[in-house]
């Protein structure tokens, strides 16, 4: 079975402040990576996206990939009260059948 | 309607039941899939389907069975469910089956009591 680590906090953040999300993942062979919000009661919604090492930055949003250390990290700038929701990391090898995702992070960024 | 719908939102089912979710995406995907999402545990995915085809069935139950009649459109028939399948039930499409980049519906949330 892939695994997908994510800590499941509550992750606490003053307004205005940075969010670190972080996320481990066992498949080396694992290709693509996802950052999904999912807000409480609400659907998944895709948020980010990377396939290359490095940082990719969306907005307020930056993922950041490092495949030799099996980890993906989203991090969310001048967090807002609006962004307090579970984010969750999904992990892909060959083949949508093969998207794994972590239990998710809640976050709460207090005004 | 626009993206991924699904119906009913809210469920509940006796054990001796047979009901069906439905899902609907005004995407134009050509995949679909059912994911189950239980407190605390990891997105399970449970079917994938890729142009009307089933291409994959992570070893779910057969009190689950599911329909695809045209890629706009898929079904979870469910019949002699257990407590524990109580959850919410998520659809959701890509592009094609090779895309990782799902969109979800709301989510049906079943309680079987």
């Not at chain 1, 402040?17 to 999904?36: E, H, K, M, P, V």
């Not at chain 2, 995949?31 to 890729?50: D, I, R």
């Not at chain 2, 706009?72 to 094609?96: N, V």
Request: aromatic content about 12%.
């Amino acid at each position: 079975q892939k695994e997908v680590e994510q800590n499941s906090g509550p992750l606490s953040v003053p307004e205005g402040a940075i969010a670190s999300l972080n996320c481990t993942y066992s498949d080396r062979g694992s290709q693509s990576f996802f950052w999904y919000r999912q807000y409480s009661g609400k659907s998944p919604e895709l948020i980010m996206f990377i396939y290359s090492n490095g940082d990719k930055e969306d907005g307020r949003f930056t993922a950041q990939l490092n495949k030799a250390s099996q980890y993906v990290s989203l991090l969310i700038r001048d967090s807002q009260p609006s962004d307090s929701a579970t984010y969750l990391c999904a992990v892909g090898g060959t083949g949508a059948n093969n998207l794994f995702f972590g239990t998710g992070t809640r976050l709460t960024v207090i005004p | 309607e626009t993206g991924v719908t699904q119906t009913p939102r809210h469920l509940v089912m006796g054990m001796t039941n047979k009901k069906s979710l439905k899902c609907e995406q005004h995407l134009g995907h050509n995949a679909m899939y059912w994911y189950k999402q239980s407190a605390k545990k990891p997105l399970e995915l449970m079917f994938v389907y890729s142009l009307e085809e089933r291409v994959e069935n992570n070893s779910v139950p057969s009190r689950f069975s599911p329909e695809c009649p045209n890629s706009s459109h898929l079904f979870l028939h469910l019949h002699t469910l257990q407590p524990e399948d109580s959850a919410l039930y998520l659809c959701a499409s890509s592009g094609d089956w090779s895309s990782y980049e799902q969109y979800f519906g709301p989510g049906t949330r079943l309680t079987v009591t």
